[in-house]
């Protein structure tokens, strides 16, 4: 947990009746062009219910002011309605941070998942039961609530998100274990990019070197450009070796990819003023772990 985490902790034991906060503002939207039904209020029914569940629960004990909320949106895409009460959906996840010392905003989590079905009957109210399966709807939810959680932990403190990743991954054991209940999305597949592989990565010893380049990156990086954009390059750059390693055991891996899609450009811009030395590691770092970006790397060495 950051130190600015931490004082509000302390705040809070000492002003016990002060106003505490959950972990999220989740913006959530929903997108139903593509589905038919008589009756459409209950697709703003269905947003009203995940954004409720998103916001209102408490999810950890740890103490949130209204200013450390986690700022995170759900971009819903209904594909389709098999029958009455059942979807298809694809939706895309984005948490982020600021940035000390700037008004900016990094994505810290940007995964889109394809997977998404779900039942929902019109006015059904959504509530999370921990270690226990309700539904897939609920299930999906808190799955990415503690994922954003963790992330967002992770990029304060060295492995900071170990207890929220944990619960990510007690609540995909929970729906495997169901028989089979929770559909698509669960379960390990040749194509990575699913909750499976997703928390998978993330609690994987092998990918612990990625978790604490989020907080290099970050904390170490990100939080210091303001004061000493040198130092905090090279820290950015120390958080490229991290990925690097893992890149070299698990080429394609979901989180890998997730992080260079919100990131490429962010790397971009962040090195552009380096020195030429740093431009060069950047350089010569980014192509070989992110090739498919490689034009936007090259823009660094023709500065």
């Not at 309700?134 to 403190?157: E, H, V």
Request: glycine share 4%; hydrophobic share 40%.
């Amino acid at each position: 947990m950051s130190a600015k985490k931490i004082a509000w902790v302390v705040l809070g034991l000492l002003f016990p009746l002060c106003s505490m906060a959950q972990e999220l503002r989740c913006e959530v939207i929903v997108n139903s062009d593509q589905v038919q039904a008589t009756d459409r209020q209950v697709f703003q029914q269905m947003q009203n219910a995940i954004s409720e569940v998103m916001n209102n629960t408490r999810w950890t004990s740890d103490v949130y002011q209204n200013e450390e909320r986690i700022r995170c949106k759900m971009f819903i895409t209904l594909r389709a309605m098999p029958q009455v009460g059942v979807y298809e959906a694809n939706t895309q996840v984005i948490s982020s941070r600021p940035t000390y010392g700037t008004g900016y905003e990094t994505t810290v989590l940007s995964f889109v998942d394809t997977k998404f079905e779900f039942d929902y009957t019109q006015a059904q109210p959504l509530q999370y039961a921990p270690n226990t399966f309700t539904t897939n709807l609920t299930a999906i939810l808190s799955f990415y609530a503690y994922t954003i959680i963790g992330m967002d932990n992770d990029s304060f403190s060295r492995m900071g998100g170990a207890n929220a990743l944990a619960e990510a991954r007690n609540i995909l054991n929970l729906v495997t274990s169901s028989g089979g209940a929770g559909g698509g999305g669960w379960s390990a597949t040749a194509d990575t990019r699913n909750r499976y592989w997703l928390i998978n990565n993330l609690v994987d010893p092998q990918f612990e070197p990625y978790r604490a380049a989020l907080y290099l990156y970050h904390r170490q990086g990100l939080d210091l450009m303001a004061q000493d954009p040198e130092k905090a390059r090279q820290n950015m750059l120390e958080a490229l070796r991290n990925i690097q390693q893992v890149a070299r055991l698990r080429p394609g891996a979901a989180v890998l990819r997730s992080f260079f899609e919100a990131k490429s450009a962010e790397l971009s811009n962040a090195f552009n003023s380096a020195t030429p030395a740093q431009k060069q590691q950047a350089y010569d770092l980014l192509t070989q772990i992110d090739p498919t970006n490689r034009a936007r790397y090259e823009t660094l060495l023709k500065r």
